[in-house]
Nanobody, 122 residues
Framework: QVQLVESGGGLVQAGGSLRLSCIAS????????MGWFRRTPGKEREFVAV????????RYADSVKGRFTISRDNAKNTVYLQINSLQPEDTAVYYC???????????????WGQGTQVTVSS
């Protein structure tokens, strides 16, 4: 089992920035590919970003490219999501997830955090 706990969400004005963190415990963090997803009410969970085990490869949803940066620190068992130039449409609950496939599909992830709310005011 892998336990994931997100933090760093909050209320921010449009154009602002946040850094989300997700700390893992349980099994060896560096064995897992880590992803960030988000969900808004009434919508399916949406892929945001994924990072491979070493941090050397990343992929982003088109809607966040150039504004979001995923990174990881395996020594701290933590994955981050730096969010810049926030827009109201970025308002969502953000989830981190752990899996073994470098994938943008939520079904490929085995472990999920509880989520952290990001709210962007216009």
């Amino acid at each position: 089992q892998v336990q994931l706990v997100e933090s760093g969400g909050g209320l921010v004005q449009a154009g602002g920035s946040l850094r989300l963190s997700c700390i893992a415990s349980g099994r060896t963090f560096s064995n897992y590919i880590m992803g960030w997803f988000r969900r808004t009410p009434g919508k399916e969970r949406e892929f945001v970003a994924v990072i491979n085990r070493t941090g050397g490869s990343t992929r982003y949803a088109d809607s966040v490219k150039g504004r979001f940066t995923i990174s990881r620190d395996n020594a701290k068992n933590t994955v981050y999501l730096q969010i810049n130039s926030l827009q109201p449409e970025d308002t969502a609950v953000y989830y981190c997830a752990a899996g073994i496939s470098f994938s943008s599909s939520s079904i490929d992830y085995d472990y999920w955090g509880q989520g952290t709310q990001v709210t962007v005011s216009s």
